[in-house]
């Protein structure tokens, strides 16, 4: 009998203290959104200047809100509109899960797109800079979707040394897909679009870093799906591809689009 990982049952709240609960989840969104907060300062400094640090200040608000609306939203129109238009109060229980990435990003933008406008900053050289950094923030999120037990992988060879059993998914060997997605969209996605904004003349091409993300984290998330157990409630869709594939086509074709009409910016704001 080969031995398998059994999933180390994690409290997902870390603290509480009367109705007030920090759960991991939580923890992960803000990690995500001060790291980025701190490194975009820096990183809008860099030439060619797209904005001033107490710009990247009064943005993280725009991002917070971003974030989670956009992830929520997309959440109950991507994945269950009919549940949640049957019974429009839970769309506010936020606390039960249900954050959409795809969601979440159309958010972002948005909040960048009017941010910019407000301030005369350009708006893909702005994009840019926080392009650098997203990865920090989605993975966070899928440590936290393991430390949660949810979002577990396909059924995995019994010769896998890795498989793990989530006891709410049955007692079958399964891949920890959350590792898988942590570290392609996260920390391969992070090393990546770090060591491309190092240099100049790729900063200089305001867009070709928003759509390198773009592009980069489709192909991730793609990738990883093929571990990923399907949403239950969804299953596999066309051609035996899941909504979390099926979203990433068109954001790979918007990065693509970025990147190919990138030209080098000698101005920081348009």
Do not use: K
Request: charged share 15%.
């Amino acid at each position: 009998m080969i031995p398998v990982l059994l999933f180390p049952q994690f409290d997902p709240v870390i603290v509480q203290i009367g109705p007030l609960a920090i759960r991991w989840y939580a923890l992960a969104y803000i990690t995500g959104l001060v790291a980025g907060w701190r490194l975009v300062r820096g990183f809008v400094r860099l030439t060619p200047t797209v904005a001033t640090p107490e710009q990247v200040d009064d943005f993280l608000t725009w991002a917070t809100l971003g974030v989670v609306l956009g992830g929520r939203i997309g959440y109950v129109l991507f994945y269950q509109p009919s549940v949640y238009f049957s019974h429009p109060a839970m769309i506010l229980a936020v606390w039960e899960g249900g954050m959409s990435f795809h969601g979440g990003m159309l958010g972002v933008a948005i909040a960048i797109i009017v941010f910019c406008r407000r301030n005369a900053i350009s708006i893909l050289g702005f994009a840019d800079r926080v392009a650098i950094v997203a990865p920090i923030g989605l993975g966070l999120g899928r440590v936290a979707n393991f430390i949660n037990g949810e979002l577990w992988g396909r059924p995995a060879p019994e010769t896998l040394p890795w498989a793990m059993i989530f006891p709410r998914a049955g007692m079958i060997p399964r891949h920890p897909s959350q590792i898988y997605e942590a570290l392609l969209e996260g920390v391969l996605l992070l090393v990546l679009m770090l060591a491309l904004s190092r240099r100049e003349a790729l900063r200089a091409r305001f867009g070709l870093l928003t759509g390198l993300f773009l592009c980069g984290y489709a192909i991730a998330r793609i990738t990883a799906e093929y571990f990923r157990e399907p949403d239950a409630f969804l299953g596999f869709l066309a051609f035996g591809a899941t909504m979390g594939q099926i979203l990433s086509v068109p954001m790979f074709l918007a990065g693509l689009w970025l990147i190919l009409r990138a030209r080098p910016h000698e101005r920081a704001a348009r």
